[in-house]
DNA sequence: CAAACACTTCGGCGAAGATCGTAGTGTTTT
DNA sequence: AAAACACTACGATCTTCGCCGAAGTGTTTG
């Protein structure tokens, strides 16, 4: 099942001026008429009709007849926010988009995320995880196999503590890179283990995480990531994205 | 400024089946080449090209050259989030939409928000109390006038107490209505002496509110507003929902 | 019952834009 | 240096779709 083809076909119905302005109009809940939207979108009405009829088949506003005029009002809430999605990166210019980018590089890197890592990094070390058998990760759960519980012991790394009272392991969708890092017990214990082994340090005040010299032998010795930051020398898809690419495919 | 051509503008971009193909294939955080895209998305190298320029122009995709090929990514995740919403609202036919307007249209017509009242009935007394000039609303605050301290002093709602240790008024998005209700201090007085008069109660252990017979006289004595729920006779745009529309345009 | 109103359907016009073939630039490989 | 490769620019074709005039249905008002 393709999303693609079905995204476009919502989007190319909000895509029309008319139309996205109509929807616009009831961004705030209202419930407008027919006539009402043909005059605010600035068509005449037999077009607002066509492009309402539109609407209301794709399930985006709801109707209601009364009497001999017809209310619209936006279909659900879902419809609002998916609005107000399109209208923050319509607002944002294509500048601004970069700098959140540029600023946030090493946000982008390696970070916390509450009590585990995120970030690049994090979301490398879950790939080699699953793609070593060491971890089977669902959708909304993970599980540690039999050679990951050697792996882990072998790091020194005890995962036995706190295991009842909390969720042992569980994917948490990285915020930057879309793809899964680890949370849970297992996702903590792994910033515990690489804080205290100097692998990273928090920066200033932020949620950003330093990799050091150290970090980046021992990441590399241990999950074979790259650790080092994208600087001049290795920037775009490094060896650890790709390899990303591929566990991602067979979960 | 009038987002709607904006949004508009976005939507087209991504309404393209194509684009829309291009998009999809990299939600999950890759990074993937221009003849890759070309062939996700099927169409021919050349207009591959053209639609990864419009998409780069637009400031949805980053662009990274690297030798002689050019790895695309989202852009940020704002991005990501915008597709999301509109592959929920894809994803979810026609028919869902409805259900959720139907199995809710209790907590549509009244509920409690944190502390404060929120839905049909809370966004109308907010109205009210805008366009009789009790309360000034800003875009993130709000200010009681001496003839709003008045009017709850008539009321018998006592607003001294806690004004200090809280924000005293403020709006707040109503999460069905997407306008305003009140919300800080006053929002709290307004629902505590709504429950201790028994405007409305408390239905079983949910956020939704029921509007009693002595609700529905008092809200209309008080505020001028129809506070029944949209039964079989009152259905639709009710005196209460035109009234806001007017209230809202003065803000 | 007739007139006004709100809205819909139909049909032709016209512009926007998606597509690909051909030809070009810049980069890597042999 | 030549060939292969990744991508871009241009131009012609073609489909799609928004648009409004004219005419038609159902509802309310006088």
Redesign the interface.
Known sequence: M????????????????A???M???L?????LTATELAYL?GVAPQTASGHLAKLS????L?L?R?GRRR?FR?????????????????????????N??RGGETLRHARTCYDHMAGRIA?AIADRLVQQSFILLDEDGGQLTDAGQSFFDGLGVDLCLASKRRVFCRPCL??????PHLAGAVGAAILRHALDHAWVEHIRDSRALLVTPVGVRELAATFGIEGAPPTDAC???VAS?SRG?AA?NSV
Chains 1, 2 share one sequence.
């Open positions: 393709d999303t693609g083809p079905k995204i476009a076909q919502v989007a190319a119905l909000v895509g029309d001026p139309r996205a302005n929807l616009s109009a961004m705030d809940g209202r419930t979108s088949d794709a399930g985006l709801a209601e009364r209310y936006l279909a659900s809430p879902l419809v609002a926010r998916m609005l107000e999605g399109l209208m923050v990166v319509a607002q944002e210019g294509p500048a601004r988009q970069r959140l980018w979301v990285d915020w930057s890179e879309r793809r920037k775009g898809p994205l690419r991602v």
